[in-house]
């Protein structure tokens, strides 16, 4: 099955400054690849999302790039803020509907 | 997106006993399914929620011990049964909107003692 790894499992930033995630996946089928963030007591939140078809997607401060042929996907929050800290998860899913999640990256961002 | 509600929301419990928990979406949906997260851990996939037909457990995910119900297009449940208190984790049901989107409820938090 899919296998999905994320780096860093901590990351601490200062506010303002840029966070950065990067996942890797280990099945070449996989075609979509959400983000979600997962706040204290709370169910992980949709994000952002990004297929196959497209190599980089933004949302405001928020932006996903995908590179198929080394089958990596990171995420790129921009200009952070203290509501940004959160336990983010990648996920990647190949061609049914299963969603293979990475380990967490737990990001805290400094005032 | 969807609204997604889990009852309960928390709830503590003695070993050996058994806890339903639901979950309710406000649209119809065909696809719903239910996830464990145990303490400081990723989302691991339990089983799909087919309505009409017995639930697709994951591999390491029994029947006996994780039930599921799936009565309409928007309600199921999930049981844990004789539980131990290394069942304690979040449960959390999500739903398959169109494209592979799924979206999370807030989760039941158990503790077993």
């Known amino acids: 099955g899919e296998n999905v790894e994320q780096h860093p499992s901590t990351l601490s930033v200062q506010e303002g400054d840029s966070a950065v995630i990067k996942c890797t996946y280990s099945?070449?089928?996989?075609?979509?690849f959400p983000w979600y963030k997962q706040e204290l007591g709370k169910g992980p939140q949709l994000i952002i999302d990004?297929?196959?078809?497209?190599g980089e997607k933004k949302d405001q401060r928020i932006a996903v790039t995908l590179n198929k042929t080394a089958k990596h996907f990171s995420l790129h929050i921009t200009e952070t803020q203290p509501e940004d800290s959160a336990v983010y998860f990648c996920a990647a899913s190949p061609n049914d509907y299963k969603l293979s999640f990475g380990a967490g990256t737990t990001v805290t961002v400094r005032a | 997106s969807a609204v997604i509600s889990q009852k309960p929301s928390r709830d503590i419990c003695q070993r050996g006993t058994s806890l339903t928990i639901q979950c309710q979406v406000d649209s119809q949906v065909t696809m719903m399914f239910w996830y464990r997260q145990q303490p400081g851990q990723s989302l691991t996939l339990i089983a799909t929620?087919?309505?009409?037909?017995?639930?697709?457990?994951e591999s390491g995910f029994v029947i006996d011990k994780f039930p599921i119900s799936r009565p309409n297009l928007t309600f199921s449940t999930l049981t844990v049964s004789n539980m131990s208190p290394e069942d304690s984790s979040i449960y959390l049901c999500s739903v398959e909107l169109t494209g592979k989107t799924q979206y999370f409820g807030p989760g039941t938090r158990l503790l077993v003692l």
């Open positions: 099945d070449s089928a996989s075609n979509y």
């Open positions: 929620a087919n309505q009409g037909s017995e639930a697709t457990y």
């Open positions: 990004i297929r196959s078809n497209v």
